[in-house]
């Protein structure tokens, strides 16, 4: 299994026979080397989709398009996607779990909006924000998507037991680094945590320390943009 960080909260992830783009905000997104795209795509077969928002979705359905790859995202935002634009989508509804190429993804809870705000009007209702669970290689990794603790992470982390946690840690619009190590030790079990939605911008976290001071015994990667960490 790979886990390569596109930066914010996008993720290149090799588990099974599948490679996953999730929330691959690629066009404008400044932690992201844009003479690396090709690289960042290649191969890929599916995109997932936590929610609508411009700095996850935006280039989703282009990617689809140009890719020949389907979107998986909760079913409202894919309905829209079938209604204004060609890419092919999985609408997915949460506790709903489908097999891509060998590795299970269920879509779970997420504490957050999701609105469609990357086309210049008022802001599109989307259906709801979502995560997911991703199994395969001897592994579960937790996708947090954007959100806050919750008391679902309590079922979730007891049913899935996820042993890598993916955690949008920035603050502001999502959990900061503390919250996120509050949820990491009450919920979960994790092995590795790998923080994310942070760096992009001023008003987002700009290190992890917080976080490492929060987990002790758990391996905290900070990751770096198109380096793959392998597990």
């Not at 680094?177 to 079990?189: G, H, P, Q, S, V």
Request: charged share 15%.
């Amino acid at each position: 299994m790979q886990i390569t960080w596109l930066g914010h909260s996008g993720f290149r992830i090799e588990v099974e026979t599948a490679i996953l783009l999730v929330d691959p905000w690629l066009t404008g997104n400044p932690m992201f080397p844009a003479d690396r795209r090709a690289e960042a795509i290649a191969g890929a077969t599916h995109i997932l989709l936590t929610h609508a928002h411009g700095d996850h979705a935006s280039d989703a359905a282009g990617l689809a398009t140009e890719l020949g790859i389907p979107i998986l995202c909760i079913h409202e935002l894919s309905e829209w996607y079938k209604a204004n634009t060609d890419a092919q989508t999985t609408g997915m509804g949460k506790g709903g779990t489908v097999d891509l190429a060998g590795a299970r993804v269920t879509m779970v809870n997420a504490c957050h909006s999701s609105t469609i705000d990357f086309l210049g009007g008022p802001p599109v209702p989307a259906g709801d924000a979502a995560g997911f669970m991703i199994a395969g290689n001897g592994h579960t990794i937790y996708v947090s998507g954007d959100t806050d603790v919750m008391a679902d992470m309590g079922w979730m982390g007891e049913l899935h037991q996820p042993d890598i946690g993916l955690l949008a840690t920035g603050g502001h619009y999502t959990m900061d680094m503390k919250r996120a190590a509050f949820a990491a030790r009450r919920y979960f079990n994790f092995k590795t945590v790998i923080p994310c939605h942070y760096r992009t911008f001023p008003l987002l976290a700009q290190e992890a320390s917080d976080l490492v001071l929060g987990l002790p015994g758990v391996e905290v990667i900070e990751p770096q943009v198109m380096e793959p960490m392998v597990f």
